[in-house]
T-cell receptor
Framework: GENVEQHPSTLSVQEGDSAVIKCTYSDSASNYFPWYKQELGKRPQLIIDIRSNVGEKKDQRIAVTLNKTAKHFSLHITETQPEDSAVYFC?????????????FGKGTHLIIQP | DAGVTQSPTHLIKTRGQQVTLRCSPK?????VSWYQQALGQGPQFIFQYYEEEERQRGNFPDRFSGHQFPNYSSELNVNALLLGDSALYLCASGPPRTNSPLHFGNGTRLTVT
């Protein structure tokens, strides 16, 4: 099945700086890559996603890049703000869902220092 | 338009007992998936229901079973509870198209003592 590795596990950045979280996946057939933000005690919320037919997608301060050849994708947050502090999860899924459903990374705890 | 709703929010059970968790999908969604999230970990896929049938299943024992009703709501049942079953159980729903964005509920926090 699919295996998703995510790093770093913890990332501390100064407010206003950029943050980058990286993920690799193992199944070359995977074609959908969402990113979720989970605040303490709350549900994971989809913040951005990308499909394998594009290399980059941007939504205001958030962008995701995908390198299919290297099987890795990254989340970029620019001009970080205190409300960006949360745990971020990357995920991958092959066409048709696969036997493992959506496979998540272990998460990155992003800390925005004031 | 209500999102994904789950009940109960918290539950405490004893080892060996059985538990049923409930989920109502977001309006317009017909696919329901269940995930287990242990503390400090990413969600782990349990199974997915579509058209009242289990379509996909992750690496979970048969103690975990489910059901989907004609109105697309779903239940997750866990028998013979173990201490290791303590986790946040998340329900996610999606539209009738594969690999579409999943919307999660707030989850049910299950504690097994």
């Amino acid at each position: 099945g699919e295996n998703v590795e995510q790093h770093p596990s913890t990332l501390s950045v100064q407010e206003g700086d950029s943050a980058v979280i990286k993920c690799t996946y193992s199944d070359s057939a995977s074609n959908y890559f969402p990113w979720y933000k989970q605040e303490l005690g709350k549900r994971p919320q989809l913040i951005i996603d990308i499909r394998s037919n594009v290399g980059e997608k941007k939504d205001q301060r958030i962008a995701v890049t995908l390198n299919k050849t290297a099987k890795h994708f990254s989340l970029h947050i620019t001009e970080t703000q205190p409300e960006d502090s949360a745990v971020y999860f990357c995920a991958a899924i092959p066409p048709g869902g696969g036997a493992d459903g959506l496979t998540f990374g272990k998460g990155t705890h992003l800390i925005i220092q004031p | 338009d209500a999102g994904v709703t789950q009940s109960p929010t918290h539950l405490i059970k004893t080892r060996g007992q059985q538990v049923t968790l409930r989920c109502s999908p977001k309006s317009g969604h017909d696919t329901v998936s269940w995930y287990q999230q242990a503390l400090g970990q990413g969600p782990q896929f349990i199974f997915q229901y579509y058209e009242e049938e289990e379509r996909q299943r992750g690496n979970f024992p048969d103690r975990f079973s489910g059901h989907q009703f004609p109105n697309y709501s779903s239940e997750l049942n866990v028998n013979a509870l173990l201490l290791g079953d303590s986790a946040l159980y998340l329900c996610a729903s999606g539209p009738p198209r594969t690999n579409s964005p999943l919307h999660f509920g707030n989850g049910t926090r299950l504690t097994v003592t």
